[in-house]
């Protein structure tokens, strides 16, 4: 069965430093990859996806970035933490090839900028 | 873009009674729609999903949901709660890029003894 790692679950970062969040997918392959933002009584806002390695759209424009190295890695990023970097991050992979397809999350990582 | 819209921000229930959450979504053809659950800290768990065929889907952990086309409507109900439900409730709807979802603003469940 497939499964879903991200990492670390928590973080707490100072602002103006770097950010590496990770996660893997296993079980499964060529899947499309996600990251979402969460912020407290905002739902969940789309950052990235991508359908293969290197291929990342960004869907707002932002102080993150995205890349995904392997088949079944995704990595989020950021050169400069802002406090408004602060929320709780999901990844989340579906189905290659289909459209629509039921998304599946990861347990988050709870980032807090200082 | 289509678009699902919660419009319940927090909803209490006492426990055994029945639930319906609401979700309308804006959208021209047939949407694709979904329930996800949310415990506190953790990740989104899919409950049901709706792409076309019968209007009523049932899900996990007795849910089921209604799509009524008349009423851009695909509520999420329970005819008895536990008080293991309480949680937070997004509906989605699938996205013009046909990959993403996108997701509305959650309904937070209340259950009291």
């Known amino acids: 069965s497939q499964t879903i790692h991200q990492w670390p679950a928590t973080l707490v970062q100072p602002v103006g430093s770097p950010l590496s969040l990770e996660c893997t997918v296993e079980?499964?392959?060529?899947?499309?990859l996600y990251w979402y933002r969460q912020a407290a009584g905002r739902g969940l806002q789309l950052l990235f996806y991508?359908?293969?390695?290197?291929?990342i759209s960004s869907e707002v424009p932002q102080n993150l970035s995205a890349s995904r190295p392997q088949d079944r890695q995704f990595i989020l990023s950021s050169k400069k933490l802002l406090l408004s970097d602060s929320g709780f991050y999901l990844c989340?992979?579906?189905?290659?090839?289909?459209?629509?397809?039921?998304?599946?999350f990861g347990n988050g990582t709870r980032l807090t900028v200082t | 873009a289509q678009s699902v819209t919660q419009p319940d921000i927090h909803i209490t229930v006492s426990e055994g009674a029945s639930l319906e959450l609401r979700c309308n979504y804006s959208?021209?053809?047939?949407?694709?729609l979904f329930w996800y659950v949310q415990s506190p800290g953790q990740g989104l768990q899919l409950l049901l999903k709706?792409?076309?065929?019968?209007?009523l889907v049932q899900g996990i952990k007795g849910f089921e949901a209604e799509f009524k086309r008349s009423q851009s409507s695909f509520n999420l109900r329970k005819p008895s709660v536990h008080w293991s439900d309480a949680a937070e409730y997004f509906c989605?709807?699938?996205?013009?890029?046909?990959?993403?979802?996108?997701f509305g603003k959650g309904t937070s469940l209340l259950v009291t003894p």
């Open positions: 989340a992979w579906s189905l290659t090839g289909a459209k629509n397809s039921p998304l599946h």
């Open positions: 079980g499964t392959s060529n899947p499309n």
């Open positions: 991508s359908v293969g390695i290197g291929q």
């Open positions: 959208y021209g053809a047939t949407p694709y």
């Open positions: 709706y792409f076309s065929g019968d209007t």
């Open positions: 989605a709807v699938g996205s013009n890029s046909g990959y993403a979802l996108n």
